[in-house]
Protein backbone atom coordinates (compact mmCIF):
# COMPACT_ATOMS: atom_id res chain seq x y z
CA UNK A 1 0.00 0.00 0.00
CA UNK A 2 1.65 3.36 -1.00
CA UNK A 3 2.17 6.03 1.10
CA UNK A 4 -0.51 8.21 -0.43
CA UNK A 5 -2.94 6.87 1.40
CA UNK A 6 -1.89 8.44 4.64
CA UNK A 7 -1.78 11.76 2.55
CA UNK A 8 -4.23 14.57 3.16
CA UNK A 9 -5.37 16.94 0.76
CA UNK A 10 -6.55 20.04 0.14
CA UNK A 11 -8.15 21.41 -2.87
CA UNK A 12 -5.96 23.32 -5.50
CA UNK A 13 -6.50 27.29 -5.48
CA UNK A 14 -6.78 26.91 -9.33
CA UNK A 15 -8.51 23.83 -9.72
CA UNK A 16 -11.29 23.51 -12.69
CA UNK A 17 -15.03 23.81 -11.86
CA UNK A 18 -17.03 20.76 -11.47
CA UNK A 19 -18.41 21.03 -14.60
CA UNK A 20 -15.35 21.66 -16.68
CA UNK A 21 -13.64 18.39 -14.69
CA UNK A 22 -16.45 16.19 -14.97
CA UNK A 23 -14.78 14.65 -17.85
CA UNK A 24 -11.06 14.44 -16.73
CA UNK A 25 -8.35 14.92 -19.69
CA UNK A 26 -5.74 12.52 -20.29
CA UNK A 27 -2.02 13.52 -20.44
CA UNK A 28 0.47 12.61 -23.09
CA UNK A 29 3.81 14.17 -21.61
CA UNK A 30 6.82 13.73 -24.27
CA UNK A 31 9.54 14.68 -22.31
CA UNK A 32 12.70 14.41 -24.91
CA UNK A 33 16.63 14.03 -23.40
CA UNK A 34 18.98 17.00 -24.52
CA UNK A 35 16.77 17.88 -27.30
CA UNK A 36 17.78 21.47 -27.72
CA UNK A 37 15.43 24.46 -28.49
CA UNK A 38 16.83 24.76 -31.97
CA UNK A 39 16.60 20.93 -32.61
CA UNK A 40 12.86 20.60 -34.18
CA UNK A 41 11.58 22.68 -37.58
CA UNK A 42 8.67 25.01 -35.40
CA UNK A 43 11.99 26.72 -33.74
CA UNK A 44 13.36 26.97 -36.85
CA UNK A 45 15.93 23.90 -37.00
CA UNK A 46 17.62 24.07 -40.48
CA UNK A 47 18.36 20.52 -40.68
CA UNK A 48 16.47 17.71 -38.52
CA UNK A 49 13.39 16.94 -40.18
CA UNK A 50 10.71 16.89 -37.38
CA UNK A 51 7.35 16.97 -39.28
CA UNK A 52 5.05 15.25 -36.85
CA UNK A 53 6.11 17.62 -34.15
CA UNK A 54 5.49 20.53 -36.75
CA UNK A 55 2.51 19.17 -36.80
CA UNK A 56 1.38 18.94 -33.35
CA UNK A 57 2.82 22.78 -33.30
CA UNK A 58 0.34 23.85 -35.81
CA UNK A 59 -2.02 22.55 -33.79
CA UNK A 60 -1.03 23.67 -30.24
CA UNK A 61 0.33 26.74 -28.04
CA UNK A 62 3.87 27.04 -28.69
CA UNK A 63 6.13 28.90 -26.05
CA UNK A 64 9.04 30.48 -27.09
CA UNK A 65 10.45 31.10 -23.73
CA UNK A 66 10.31 27.67 -21.77
CA UNK A 67 13.39 27.11 -19.75
CA UNK A 68 14.65 23.91 -17.69
CA UNK A 69 15.68 24.22 -14.23
CA UNK A 70 19.12 23.09 -14.84
CA UNK A 71 21.44 22.76 -17.32
CA UNK A 72 21.53 18.94 -17.20
CA UNK A 73 18.79 16.39 -16.80
CA UNK A 74 19.01 15.04 -13.34
CA UNK A 75 18.08 18.42 -11.40
CA UNK A 76 15.81 19.44 -14.32
CA UNK A 77 13.72 16.16 -13.52
CA UNK A 78 13.59 15.68 -9.44
CA UNK A 79 12.46 20.18 -10.01
CA UNK A 80 9.86 18.49 -12.23
CA UNK A 81 8.37 15.93 -10.41
CA UNK A 82 8.88 17.92 -7.11
CA UNK A 83 7.31 21.10 -8.33
CA UNK A 84 10.28 22.74 -6.36
CA UNK A 85 13.27 24.39 -7.39
CA UNK A 86 16.96 22.37 -6.46
CA UNK A 87 17.76 23.59 -3.11
CA UNK A 88 14.69 22.65 -1.83
CA UNK A 89 15.72 19.07 -3.05
CA UNK A 90 19.14 18.99 -3.38
CA UNK A 91 19.74 17.32 -6.65
CA UNK A 92 21.86 19.62 -7.99
CA UNK A 93 23.86 17.74 -10.99
CA UNK A 94 24.40 14.54 -12.39
CA UNK A 95 26.24 12.10 -9.91
CA UNK A 96 29.78 13.88 -8.82
CA UNK A 97 29.81 17.85 -8.21
CA UNK A 98 33.52 18.02 -8.70
CA UNK A 99 33.30 16.75 -12.28
CA UNK A 100 36.66 18.03 -13.77
CA UNK A 101 40.22 18.24 -13.22
CA UNK A 102 40.54 18.79 -9.34
CA UNK A 103 43.64 21.06 -9.62
CA UNK A 104 41.62 23.75 -11.69
CA UNK A 105 38.55 24.02 -9.18
CA UNK A 106 38.78 26.90 -6.59
CA UNK A 107 36.21 26.08 -4.17
CA UNK A 108 34.66 23.02 -2.83
CA UNK A 109 31.09 22.13 -4.77
CA UNK A 110 27.95 21.35 -3.09
CA UNK A 111 27.47 18.30 -1.92
CA UNK A 112 24.98 16.12 -4.41
CA UNK A 113 21.84 14.34 -3.87
CA UNK A 114 21.24 12.09 -6.84
CA UNK A 115 17.88 10.40 -5.62
CA UNK A 116 14.60 12.24 -4.97
CA UNK A 117 14.02 11.29 -1.39
CA UNK A 118 10.49 10.03 -0.64
CA UNK A 119 9.34 12.83 1.16
CA UNK A 120 8.50 14.74 -2.09
CA UNK A 121 4.98 14.03 -2.99
CA UNK A 122 5.82 13.83 -7.16
CA UNK A 123 2.96 15.14 -9.53
CA UNK A 124 2.04 11.20 -10.09
CA UNK A 125 1.41 10.78 -6.46
CA UNK A 126 -1.03 13.72 -6.57
CA UNK A 127 -2.85 12.48 -9.65
CA UNK A 128 -3.05 8.73 -8.84
CA UNK A 129 -5.62 10.32 -5.45
CA UNK A 130 -7.74 11.59 -8.52
CA UNK A 131 -7.96 8.42 -10.24
CA UNK A 132 -5.35 8.20 -13.00
CA UNK A 133 -3.70 5.41 -14.51
CA UNK A 134 -0.16 6.51 -14.42
CA UNK A 135 2.83 5.38 -16.71
CA UNK A 136 6.77 6.32 -16.76
CA UNK A 137 8.23 5.25 -19.95
CA UNK A 138 11.94 5.66 -20.95
CA UNK A 139 14.40 7.61 -18.82
CA UNK A 140 13.54 8.16 -14.89
CA UNK A 141 17.25 9.14 -13.11
CA UNK A 142 15.85 10.12 -9.99
CA UNK A 143 16.69 6.54 -8.13
CA UNK A 144 15.92 2.72 -9.02
CA UNK A 145 12.33 2.54 -9.62
CA UNK A 146 9.45 5.13 -10.22
CA UNK A 147 6.97 2.51 -9.32
CA UNK A 148 7.79 3.65 -5.65
CA UNK A 149 6.79 7.41 -6.19
CA UNK A 150 3.26 7.57 -8.21
CA UNK A 151 3.75 5.28 -11.06
CA UNK A 152 1.30 2.33 -11.85
CA UNK A 153 3.85 1.04 -14.92
CA UNK A 154 7.68 1.55 -15.63
CA UNK A 155 8.78 0.69 -18.62
CA UNK A 156 12.23 0.95 -18.81
CA UNK A 157 13.46 3.65 -15.90
CA UNK A 158 16.00 2.93 -13.39
CA UNK A 159 18.23 5.69 -11.86
CA UNK A 160 20.60 5.77 -15.45
CA UNK A 161 20.98 8.70 -17.06
CA UNK A 162 22.06 7.60 -20.16
CA UNK A 163 20.64 4.29 -22.00
CA UNK A 164 22.71 1.74 -19.52
CA UNK A 165 20.14 -1.16 -20.69
CA UNK A 166 22.19 -1.58 -23.44
CA UNK A 167 22.66 1.30 -25.61
CA UNK A 168 19.92 1.93 -28.15
CA UNK A 169 20.09 -1.04 -30.55
CA UNK A 170 19.04 -4.49 -29.40
CA UNK A 171 19.69 -6.61 -27.94
CA UNK A 172 19.47 -4.80 -24.53
CA UNK A 173 18.06 -5.51 -21.07
CA UNK A 174 15.50 -2.78 -19.38
CA UNK A 175 13.32 -2.85 -16.75
CA UNK A 176 10.23 -4.89 -18.11
CA UNK A 177 11.19 -4.27 -21.58
CA UNK A 178 14.20 -6.56 -23.28
CA UNK A 179 14.69 -7.80 -26.57
CA UNK A 180 17.29 -10.43 -26.80
CA UNK A 181 17.76 -10.17 -30.78
CA UNK A 182 19.00 -7.45 -32.82
CA UNK A 183 17.58 -5.08 -34.97
CA UNK A 184 15.43 -3.16 -32.72
CA UNK A 185 15.54 0.53 -31.68
CA UNK A 186 15.24 1.60 -28.26
CA UNK A 187 13.10 4.77 -29.32
CA UNK A 188 10.69 3.03 -31.34
CA UNK A 189 9.77 0.21 -28.39
CA UNK A 190 9.42 2.43 -26.50
CA UNK A 191 6.53 3.97 -28.80
CA UNK A 192 5.48 1.04 -29.03
CA UNK A 193 4.96 -0.24 -25.26
CA UNK A 194 3.43 4.25 -25.61
CA UNK A 195 0.54 3.00 -27.70
CA UNK A 196 0.08 -0.26 -25.85
CA UNK A 197 -0.81 1.78 -22.32
CA UNK A 198 -2.77 4.39 -24.33
CA UNK A 199 -5.11 1.20 -25.81
CA UNK A 200 -5.07 -0.58 -22.50
CA UNK A 201 -5.64 2.69 -20.35
CA UNK A 202 -8.55 4.33 -23.22
CA UNK A 203 -12.01 3.57 -20.65
CA UNK A 204 -10.41 5.82 -17.98
CA UNK A 205 -8.23 8.43 -17.82
CA UNK A 206 -4.55 8.06 -17.60
CA UNK A 207 -1.08 10.17 -17.79
CA UNK A 208 1.98 9.01 -19.86
CA UNK A 209 5.08 10.55 -19.36
CA UNK A 210 6.85 9.46 -22.75
CA UNK A 211 10.43 10.43 -21.39
CA UNK A 212 12.68 8.86 -24.61
CA UNK A 213 16.87 8.64 -23.70
CA UNK A 214 17.02 9.61 -27.01
CA UNK A 215 18.76 12.36 -28.15
CA UNK A 216 21.11 11.69 -25.20
CA UNK A 217 24.48 9.96 -25.57
CA UNK A 218 25.93 7.42 -27.07
CA UNK A 219 24.59 9.11 -30.49
CA UNK A 220 23.32 5.87 -32.02
CA UNK A 221 20.74 6.01 -34.45
CA UNK A 222 18.58 4.00 -37.64
CA UNK A 223 20.55 2.99 -40.23
CA UNK A 224 18.12 3.57 -43.12
CA UNK A 225 17.41 7.31 -41.14
CA UNK A 226 21.59 7.97 -40.61
CA UNK A 227 21.50 7.08 -44.88
CA UNK A 228 19.10 9.85 -45.33
CA UNK A 229 20.98 12.19 -43.72
CA UNK A 230 24.37 11.35 -45.03
CA UNK A 231 22.35 12.41 -48.55
CA UNK A 232 21.32 15.80 -47.49
CA UNK A 233 23.01 19.01 -47.77
CA UNK A 234 24.31 20.38 -44.07
CA UNK A 235 22.91 22.94 -42.72
CA UNK A 236 25.10 26.23 -42.09
CA UNK A 237 25.09 25.42 -38.16
CA UNK A 238 23.63 21.76 -37.77
CA UNK A 239 25.49 19.07 -39.63
CA UNK A 240 25.50 15.91 -37.76
CA UNK A 241 24.08 12.87 -39.67
CA UNK A 242 23.65 10.52 -36.69
CA UNK A 243 22.08 12.93 -34.43
CA UNK A 244 19.31 13.93 -37.06
CA UNK A 245 18.56 10.40 -37.31
CA UNK A 246 17.99 10.19 -33.46
CA UNK A 247 15.83 13.45 -33.77
CA UNK A 248 13.42 12.03 -36.30
CA UNK A 249 12.92 8.97 -34.44
CA UNK A 250 11.80 10.68 -31.38
CA UNK A 251 9.24 12.87 -34.22
CA UNK A 252 8.02 9.54 -35.36
CA UNK A 253 7.46 8.49 -31.53
CA UNK A 254 4.91 11.81 -31.97
CA UNK A 255 3.37 10.90 -35.12
CA UNK A 256 2.48 7.09 -33.87
CA UNK A 257 1.03 8.50 -30.80
CA UNK A 258 -0.37 10.98 -32.32
CA UNK A 259 -2.43 8.62 -34.86
CA UNK A 260 -2.72 6.06 -32.07
CA UNK A 261 -5.14 8.63 -29.97
CA UNK A 262 -6.35 9.57 -32.82
CA UNK A 263 -7.66 6.07 -34.06
CA UNK A 264 -9.21 5.36 -30.19
CA UNK A 265 -10.42 8.68 -30.95
CA UNK A 266 -9.29 10.04 -27.76
CA UNK A 267 -7.11 13.31 -29.43
CA UNK A 268 -9.91 15.52 -27.89
CA UNK A 269 -9.70 14.88 -24.43
CA UNK A 270 -6.14 14.42 -24.51
CA UNK A 271 -3.57 17.09 -23.18
CA UNK A 272 -0.48 16.84 -25.42
CA UNK A 273 3.15 18.37 -24.02
CA UNK A 274 6.57 18.12 -25.63
CA UNK A 275 9.28 19.55 -24.02
CA UNK A 276 13.24 19.21 -23.27
CA UNK A 277 14.81 18.50 -19.71
CA UNK A 278 18.22 20.69 -20.74
CA UNK A 279 19.75 22.03 -23.84
CA UNK A 280 21.52 20.35 -27.13
CA UNK A 281 24.89 19.12 -26.33
CA UNK A 282 27.68 20.75 -27.84
CA UNK A 283 29.45 17.82 -29.28
CA UNK A 284 25.95 16.30 -31.12
CA UNK A 285 24.33 19.69 -32.19
CA UNK A 286 24.26 23.43 -32.15
CA UNK A 287 22.17 25.52 -30.53
CA UNK A 288 22.42 28.69 -32.45
CA UNK A 289 21.54 31.25 -32.32
CA UNK A 290 21.23 30.86 -28.51
CA UNK A 291 24.85 30.91 -26.91
CA UNK A 292 25.95 27.97 -25.17
CA UNK A 293 24.93 24.21 -24.51
CA UNK A 294 24.09 21.80 -22.45
CA UNK A 295 25.65 22.16 -18.57
CA UNK A 296 25.48 26.07 -19.06
CA UNK A 297 23.66 28.30 -17.66
CA UNK A 298 23.35 30.93 -20.75
CA UNK A 299 20.28 30.30 -23.17
CA UNK A 300 21.67 27.27 -25.29
CA UNK A 301 21.57 25.24 -21.89
CA UNK A 302 18.65 25.95 -20.32
CA UNK A 303 16.18 27.02 -22.65
CA UNK A 304 14.04 24.63 -24.39
CA UNK A 305 11.23 23.74 -27.15
CA UNK A 306 8.03 23.89 -25.50
CA UNK A 307 4.35 23.45 -26.88
CA UNK A 308 0.76 22.15 -25.60
CA UNK A 309 -2.36 21.16 -27.36
CA UNK A 310 -5.63 21.15 -25.07
CA UNK A 311 -8.41 21.11 -27.42
CA UNK A 312 -11.17 23.51 -26.62
CA UNK A 313 -8.56 25.53 -24.59
CA UNK A 314 -5.35 26.60 -26.29
CA UNK A 315 -5.48 28.21 -29.91
CA UNK A 316 -4.17 26.13 -32.76
CA UNK A 317 -0.85 28.21 -34.30
CA UNK A 318 -0.38 30.57 -31.26
CA UNK A 319 2.79 31.18 -29.80
CA UNK A 320 3.44 33.04 -25.99
CA UNK A 321 6.36 34.59 -25.07
CA UNK A 322 5.63 34.54 -21.18
CA UNK A 323 8.82 32.93 -19.87
CA UNK A 324 8.06 29.53 -18.08
CA UNK A 325 9.65 26.72 -16.65
CA UNK A 326 10.10 23.40 -15.50
CA UNK A 327 8.51 23.44 -11.89
CA UNK A 328 5.49 24.86 -13.55
CA UNK A 329 4.04 22.12 -14.79
CA UNK A 330 3.21 20.37 -11.20
CA UNK A 331 0.69 22.77 -10.58
CA UNK A 332 0.00 23.05 -14.21
CA UNK A 333 -1.26 19.02 -14.55
CA UNK A 334 -3.55 19.96 -11.34
CA UNK A 335 -5.10 22.61 -12.40
CA UNK A 336 -5.86 20.56 -15.93
CA UNK A 337 -7.22 17.69 -14.24
CA UNK A 338 -8.80 19.26 -11.15
CA UNK A 339 -6.60 17.47 -8.72
CA UNK A 340 -6.63 18.39 -5.26
CA UNK A 341 -3.19 19.96 -4.21
CA UNK A 342 -1.18 17.64 -1.49
CA UNK A 343 -1.74 19.16 1.98
CA UNK A 344 1.00 21.79 3.39
CA UNK A 345 2.84 20.81 0.25
CA UNK A 346 4.78 23.72 -0.74
CA UNK A 347 5.43 24.73 -4.80
CA UNK A 348 7.39 26.82 -6.20
CA UNK A 349 6.14 27.31 -9.80
CA UNK A 350 2.72 28.70 -11.24
CA UNK A 351 0.20 26.92 -12.79
CA UNK A 352 0.65 27.91 -17.09
CA UNK A 353 -2.95 27.16 -17.67
CA UNK A 354 -4.05 30.74 -17.63
CA UNK A 355 -1.20 31.36 -20.58
CA UNK A 356 -2.93 28.29 -22.40
CA UNK A 357 -6.33 30.17 -22.14
CA UNK A 358 -4.52 33.63 -23.14
CA UNK A 359 -1.40 33.69 -24.02
CA UNK A 360 -1.50 37.44 -23.48
CA UNK A 361 -2.03 37.25 -20.36
CA UNK A 362 0.84 37.34 -16.99
CA UNK A 363 1.90 34.41 -14.46
CA UNK A 364 2.74 37.87 -12.14
CA UNK A 365 5.46 36.81 -10.85
CA UNK A 366 8.64 38.78 -10.26
CA UNK A 367 11.42 36.34 -12.13
CA UNK A 368 12.30 32.69 -12.36
CA UNK A 369 15.77 31.03 -10.92
CA UNK A 370 18.94 28.83 -11.61
CA UNK A 371 21.36 27.16 -8.61
CA UNK A 372 23.85 25.58 -9.78
CA UNK A 373 26.81 25.37 -7.35
CA UNK A 374 28.76 22.26 -9.09
CA UNK A 375 31.48 22.05 -11.88
CA UNK A 376 31.46 20.53 -15.14
CA UNK A 377 34.00 19.47 -17.37
CA UNK A 378 34.24 21.00 -21.02
CA UNK A 379 34.68 24.25 -22.76
CA UNK A 380 32.22 27.38 -22.00
CA UNK A 381 33.73 28.99 -19.22
CA UNK A 382 33.49 32.64 -20.16
CA UNK A 383 36.53 33.25 -18.29
CA UNK A 384 37.96 31.02 -20.57
CA UNK A 385 38.65 28.00 -17.98
CA UNK A 386 38.44 24.43 -18.58
CA UNK A 387 34.79 24.03 -17.59
CA UNK A 388 31.40 24.16 -19.51
CA UNK A 389 30.52 25.66 -15.78
CA UNK A 390 32.11 26.72 -12.32
CA UNK A 391 29.21 27.16 -9.98
CA UNK A 392 27.07 29.73 -10.76
CA UNK A 393 23.44 31.08 -10.48
CA UNK A 394 21.37 33.25 -12.67
CA UNK A 395 17.95 34.86 -12.96
CA UNK A 396 15.67 36.10 -15.25
CA UNK A 397 13.44 39.35 -14.85
CA UNK A 398 11.28 40.21 -17.42
CA UNK A 399 13.50 40.86 -20.07
CA UNK A 400 16.50 40.96 -18.29
CA UNK A 401 19.03 38.31 -17.67
CA UNK A 402 21.84 37.74 -15.04
CA UNK A 403 24.51 34.90 -14.14
CA UNK A 404 26.75 35.29 -11.15
CA UNK A 405 29.41 32.95 -10.90
CA UNK A 406 30.28 31.76 -7.16
CA UNK A 407 34.42 31.72 -7.82
CA UNK A 408 35.27 35.11 -9.01
CA UNK A 409 32.11 36.84 -8.31
CA UNK A 410 31.80 37.81 -11.86
CA UNK A 411 28.43 39.03 -13.38
CA UNK A 412 27.30 39.20 -16.72
CA UNK A 413 23.58 40.84 -17.66
CA UNK A 414 21.90 40.60 -20.94
CA UNK A 415 19.03 41.87 -22.56
CA UNK A 416 16.85 38.87 -24.17
CA UNK A 417 15.17 40.61 -26.21
CA UNK A 418 17.59 42.76 -28.01
CA UNK A 419 20.11 40.50 -28.01
CA UNK A 420 19.34 36.83 -27.72
CA UNK A 421 22.36 35.21 -28.46
CA UNK A 422 23.90 36.93 -25.21
CA UNK A 423 26.61 38.73 -26.55
CA UNK A 424 26.78 41.87 -25.37
CA UNK A 425 27.33 42.29 -21.16
CA UNK A 426 25.61 45.27 -19.86
CA UNK A 427 27.00 45.24 -16.71
CA UNK A 428 28.92 48.34 -16.75
CA UNK A 429 26.30 50.54 -18.65
CA UNK A 430 22.79 48.90 -17.11
CA UNK A 431 23.91 49.12 -13.42
CA UNK A 432 21.04 50.31 -11.44
CA UNK A 433 19.05 47.02 -13.68
CA UNK A 434 21.96 44.60 -12.89
CA UNK A 435 21.84 45.87 -8.70
CA UNK A 436 17.98 44.76 -9.05
CA UNK A 437 18.31 41.67 -10.60
CA UNK A 438 20.92 40.81 -8.14
CA UNK A 439 19.33 41.64 -4.87
CA UNK A 440 16.19 39.67 -5.80
CA UNK A 441 18.85 36.72 -6.77
CA UNK A 442 20.08 37.41 -3.22
CA UNK A 443 16.49 36.93 -1.84
CA UNK A 444 15.60 34.27 -3.03
CA UNK A 445 18.58 32.31 -2.23
CA UNK A 446 17.94 33.26 1.43
CA UNK A 447 14.10 32.42 0.99
CA UNK A 448 14.65 28.84 -0.30
CA UNK A 449 18.13 28.22 1.47
CA UNK A 450 20.21 27.70 -1.33
CA UNK A 451 23.95 26.77 -0.15
CA UNK A 452 26.83 29.02 -2.08
CA UNK A 453 30.08 27.11 -2.28
CA UNK A 454 32.76 29.06 -0.62
CA UNK A 455 35.53 26.17 0.94
CA UNK A 456 38.45 26.09 -0.74
CA UNK A 457 39.42 23.26 -2.37
CA UNK A 458 43.01 22.69 -1.06
CA UNK A 459 43.87 20.34 -4.56
CA UNK A 460 43.41 24.25 -6.24
CA UNK A 461 46.57 24.76 -8.67
CA UNK A 462 45.60 28.40 -10.21
CA UNK A 463 48.58 27.58 -12.67
CA UNK A 464 46.15 25.47 -14.88
CA UNK A 465 49.01 23.35 -16.68
Request: glycine share 8%.
Amino acid sequence: MTRLFCIAFLLFSGSLSPCEAAEKPNIVFFYIDDLGWADVGFMGSEFYETPNIDQLAAESMVFTDAYANAPNCAPSRACLMSGKYPPRHGIYTVGDPRRGNHKHRKLEPIENETVLAEEFITFAEALKTNGYTTATMGKWHLGKDPTTQGFDINIAGREWGSPSGGGYHSPYQYPNLSQKKAGEYLTNRLTDEACRFIESSKEKPFFLYLTHYAVHTPIQAEEKLIKKYDQKKPGKHQKNSKYAAMVESVDNSVGEVMKKLNELSLTKNTIVIFYSDNGGHEGATSNHPLRGAKGMLYEGGIREPFLCRWDGVTKPGSRCDEPIIGIDLYPTFLEMTGTAKPNDYELDGRSIVPLLKDPQSSLNREAIFWHFPCYLQGKGDPQRGPFRTTPAGAIRKGDWKLIEWFETGHRELYNLREDLGETRNLMESRPEIANDLYQSLLAWREEVHAPIPRTPNPKYRPSRN
